[in-house]
């Protein structure tokens, strides 16, 4: 079946620090793969996608490659602003339907 | 333009009611997604209605759980005889298609409390 495995947090940094929230997935066929946000208070927001072997999806400076050989779908960004702060889904979308990972909490400190 | 929206934000219902979540997609979105939020359990996918196809229900945790799409458009979610363990924030979300191309948008749920 489908299953999304991602880090478990809550994630503490300072601002300004490197972000990495690891993703791997275990899927039939060839997924498209999401992350999602979810800000305190707010509904779920696509971050970014990807939708082949390869592709980098990227979005107000969180980058994420698609990696069928190592099936992964790491979460970076360079620098992380306390803005930041929310909870973070990976999820894949094999034909219709997400499955999505349990979350990640991000917290970012000024 | 106007996102999707869902009713009530908030609901507490005590143990062995009925209730009914409700759900405005955006218009003309012909994919309709609800999904379950829980601490501990991340999102759980319930069910799926695809235009006017038979609606991917297997999500669903148990017979209690049921939902409707009227007329392609609003959707209601039913839990009967709700249980402590229905406590969670239920998600609804809306696509333009069905296929992988076509982003979900999700509303901002409704948070169940069953006491």
């Known amino acids: 079946g489908n299953s999304v495995t991602q880090m478990e947090g809550p994630v503490t940094l300072s601002e300004e620090a490197f972000l990495t929230i690891n993703c791997t997935y275990t899927?039939?066929?060839?997924?498209?793969l999401f992350w999602y946000v979810q800000y305190p208070g707010e509904g779920l927001q696509l971050l970014l996608k990807?939708?082949?072997?390869?592709d980098k999806g990227s979005n107000k400076g969180f980058e994420a490659t698609y990696r069928k050989e190592t099936t992964s779908f790491h979460l970076e960004k360079g620098s992380v602003q306390v803005s930041d702060s929310a909870v973070y889904f990976c999820?894949?979308?094999?034909?219709?339907?997400?499955?999505f990972g349990k979350g990640t909490m991000l917290l970012v400190s000024p | 333009g106007a996102g999707v929206s869902q009713s009530p934000s908030n609901k507490v219902t005590e143990k062995g009611k009925d209730v009914e979540l409700r759900c405005d997609p955006i218009?003309?979105?012909?994919?309709l997604y609800w999904y379950r939020q829980s601490l501990g359990q991340g999102l759980e996918f319930l069910i799926y209605?695809?235009?006017?196809?038979?609606?991917?229900k297997s999500g669903l945790p148990s017979d209690r759980f049921s939902a409707e799409r009227t007329g392609g458009s609003v959707s209601t979610l039913t839990i009967q005889r709700t249980q402590q363990e229905d406590s969670a924030v239920y998600l609804c979300?809306?696509?333009?298609?069905?296929?992988?191309?076509?982003?979900?948008?999700f509303g901002n749920g409704t948070r169940l409390t069953v006491t």
């Open positions: 990807a939708t082949k072997a390869d």
């Open positions: 999820a894949l979308r094999p034909y219709s339907t997400l499955t």
């Open positions: 209605f695809q235009g006017n196809s038979a609606p991917d």
């Open positions: 218009s003309g979105h012909t994919a």
């Open positions: 979300a809306s696509s333009l298609r069905g296929d992988y191309n076509s982003p979900l948008h």
């Open positions: 899927a039939t066929g060839y997924p498209s």
